[in-house]
């Protein structure tokens, strides 16, 4: 979430990616930043031991989700 924010402030178009573990902790890192609110993707946890094919799914789906938070689809 840091590195998505920070690269906002400064101009380039950015989309945190989190897993659902991960929520409350980007949620945090997003208002300590000045940026409450701030859209991002989720995924399911735990990645390390999803398939292959499950991680591809997931993949594509956080891709589209984050074209719209980049183009504005969802805002």
């Known amino acids: ?3 998505a ?9 950015s989309v945190g ?3 659902t ?3 409350s902790a980007a949620e945090l ?7 409450d609110g701030y859209p991002f993707v989720v995924i399911d946890h735990p ?5 292959g094919k499950v991680l591809d799914n997931w ?3 956080a891709a ?7 183009i504005g689809a969802n805002r």
């Open 5 to 13: 924010v920070i690269g906002e402030k400064i101009g380039k178009p």
């Open 29 to 35: 890192m997003a208002r300590v930043l000045g940026a």
């Open 21 to 23: 573990k991960f929520v």
């Open 47 to 51: 990645i390390s031991s999803a398939s």
């Open 1 to 3: 979430m840091h590195d």
């Open 64 to 70: 589209r989700e984050s074209m719209d938070l980049l």
């Open 17 to 19: 990616i989190m897993t």
């Open 59 to 61: 993949a594509r789906q």
